[in-house]
């Protein structure tokens, strides 16, 4: 099922559309692979399995999975990806160390 990836999609495109600066897609993707880590431990650690069941089912376990479900296949490609996601992942920690300094000035 391509869920996953069409929600991702029209997420980037809605944030490109609104939002056009390239730290605005840097955000959205680090927000969206700590929702899916937050779920993810939520799904391992709580009692009830039919919760924990549906988000197995239809939610990624971070967006590492999500570039390995479609690109496994294709180890140049997956790989790629995955240092893409790793340098995005440099971008929003340099942008969080600057907004943190900034605050720290005030």
């Known amino acids: 099922m391509y869920i996953d990836l069409i929600v991702i999609i029209i997420l980037i495109v809605l944030v490109a559309m609104f939002f056009r600066r390239f730290s605005s897609f840097v955000f959205l993707m680090a927000i969206i692979d700590i929702f899916l880590r937050i779920l ?27 570039i390995n479900k479609y ?7 997956n790989t790629i990806l995955k240092w893409c996601f790793v340098i995005l992942m440099i971008f929003f920690l340099s942008y969080i160390i600057k907004i943190f300094l900034k605050k720290r000035k005030i």
């Open 40 to 66: 993810t431990f939520i799904k391992n650690n709580i009692g009830l399995k039919d919760v924990s069941h549906i988000i197995g089912k239809y939610l990624p376990e971070n967006m590492f999975a999500i």
């Open 71 to 77: 690109t496994g296949n294709y180890p140049l490609i």
